[in-house]
């Protein structure tokens, strides 16, 4: 069975700190790996990776996959109170349409 | 900007009784999706749909649920006789072809389910 795991479950920093949030996965026919905001309802798309060791970046945003170790990390740079939502990590196969996402990182960022 | 919308946003209903929850995906995508996210827990596939058919579906979409496209706008997912279980927020998400080699599905804002 597809499995997506994502640690911390939660993190609380203070505004203007990095964070760093993880997600594994074990996936058949691995095909990607995406990143998705959720601030109150509606997940919002922020990156997609398929080659391993290739940052992606937008702004104070980055993320890197490892395909060998079978994971992702996503790095947020001087924080903001906007930043507070819950990260989801999810995979995608080939030959099938599904997205298996993770429980998700739910970061909060105090003033 | 173009966006997917779900309606109704809430709906409570009693166990056993039939729930419609309705999407209308952005106008030139191709592939529709429903997921659903019962509170606390991960955000689960249930379908897609692509040239009026279903394209995949997951074990939780069993016979009681069902799909439909019926006016070239709308897609709906229909629940024939809902369980306690089925309270969750359910997600309608599209994309286009161009959009599958990203990755990227846009999401709707979701249609919260309460079975009572």
């Known amino acids: 069975e597809d499995k997506v795991v994502q640690s911390p479950l939660s993190l609380v920093v203070h505004e203007g700190d990095t964070v760093t949030l993880n997600c594994s996965y074990e996936v058949t026919n691995f095909r990607s790996l995406l990143w998705y905001k959720q601030e109150k309802k509606a997940p919002t798309f922020l990156f997609m990776l398929t080659s391993s060791g290739i940052e992606k970046k937008s702004g104070r945003l980055s993320s890197i996959l490892d395909k060998k170790e079978l994971f992702s990390i996503l790095n947020i740079t001087a924080t903001q109170t906007g930043d507070s939502a819950v990260y989801l990590c999810a995979a995608s196969n080939f030959g099938n349409e599904k997205l298996t996402f993770g429980t998700g990182t739910r970061l909060t960022i105090i003033p | 900007e173009p966006e997917v919308t779900q309606t109704p946003s809430h709906q409570v209903t009693q166990m056993g009784q039939e729930v419609i929850l309705r999407c209308v995906p952005i106008?030139?995508?191709?592939?529709f999706y429903w997921y659903r996210q019962i509170l606390g827990q991960k955000v689960e596939f249930l379908v897609s749909?692509?040239?009026?058919?279903?394209?995949?579906k997951s074990e939780i979409f069993d016979d009681q649920f069902s799909v439909e496209r019926p006016d070239g706008s709308n897609f709906t997912l229909k629940i024939r006789s809902t369980k306690l279980e089925d309270s969750a927020m359910y997600f309608c998400?599209?994309?286009?072809?161009?959009?599958?080699?990203?990755?990227?599905?846009?999401f709707g804002e979701g249609s919260r389910l309460t079975v009572l």
């Open positions: 998400a599209s994309n286009t072809d161009r959009d599958k080699n990203t990755g990227e599905l846009f």
């Open positions: 749909f692509y040239n009026n058919e279903i394209s995949e």
């Open positions: 106008s030139n995508h191709l592939y």
